[in-house]
T-cell receptor
Framework: NAGVTQTPKFQVLKTGQSMTLQCAQDMNHEYMSWYRQDPGMGLRLIHYSVGAGITDQGEVPNGYNVSRSTTEDFPLRLLSAAPSQTSVYFC??????????????FGSGTRLTVV | GQQVMQIPQYQHVQEGEDFTTYCNSSTTLSNIQWYKQRPGGHPVFLIQLVKSGEVKKQKRLTFQFGEAKKNSSLHITATQTTDVGTYFCAGRNAGNMLTFGGGTRLMVKP
């Protein structure tokens, strides 16, 4: 099993450009989420999904869109990149058992720089 | 919204010394998770605590969940250079969101 796969690993964008960060998991996890990690600020939740066709906003959703058409894929779209979106982006997935979601499996991250 | 605070932000220790990081939530949690992130890497799940007052051990690591389910701690006995990294707690309330603390960066001098 590959686990959680994120592409690309690195990306440089110009202000105003749009792009999609890809995330795929092969563990049949129903829960998927996107976090951004900035120095000294831990991980902040952008969007999450509890199953195909269902998405919801996290703490910092502005400037980002998501969709969940399949269980496996959860792409994150930056609509019009801004320098404030320079960050490391992590996708994570999990599954539910005995009333609780288990620990998250994280992808290796996408390092995004907006100039 | 829910806030999860973690202290200290940084900790330098001599190899062989003990290390503790503390996590406090502004709201009562349904469970708490701990993760480790090596420099340049991604967070890796360590453990989940669910019950009030729960204590779990993984070799030299001891995890505790407070009686009120609002705080937690991670204690490492006799640190080794392989323990270097940032340790995050993450709390879940009744909803589907997992909120991460700011992390404690552990540095170990050999």
């Amino acid at each position: 099993n590959a686990g959680v796969t994120q592409t690309p690993k690195f990306q440089v964008l110009k202000t105003g450009q749009s792009m999609t960060l890809q995330c795929a998991q092969d563990m049949n996890h129903e829960y998927m989420s996107w976090y951004r990690q900035d120095p000294g600020m831990g991980l902040r939740l952008i969007h999450y999904s509890v199953g195909a066709g269902i998405t919801d906003q996290g703490e910092v959703p502005n400037g980002y869109n998501v969709s969940r058409s399949t269980t496996e894929d959860f792409p994150l779209r930056l609509l019009s990149a801004a320098p404030s979106q320079t960050s490391v982006y992590f996708c994570a997935s999990s599954y539910r058992g005995q009333g609780n979601y288990y620990g998250y499996t994280f992808g290796s991250g996408t390092r995004l720089t907006v100039v | 919204g829910q806030q999860v605070m973690q202290i200290p932000q940084y900790q330098h220790v001599q190899e062989g010394e003990d290390f503790t990081t503390y996590c406090n939530s502004s709201t009562t949690l349904s469970n708490i998770q701990w993760y480790k992130q090596r420099p340049g890497g991604h967070p890796v799940f360590l453990i989940q605590l669910v019950k009030s007052g729960e204590v779990k051990k993984q070799k030299r690591l001891t995890f505790q969940f407070g009686e009120a389910k609002k705080n937690s701690s991670l204690h490492i006995t006799a640190t080794q250079t392989t323990d270097v990294g940032t340790y995050f707690c993450a709390g879940r309330n009744a909803g589907n969101m997992l909120t991460f603390g700011g992390g404690t960066r552990l540095m170990v001098k050999p």
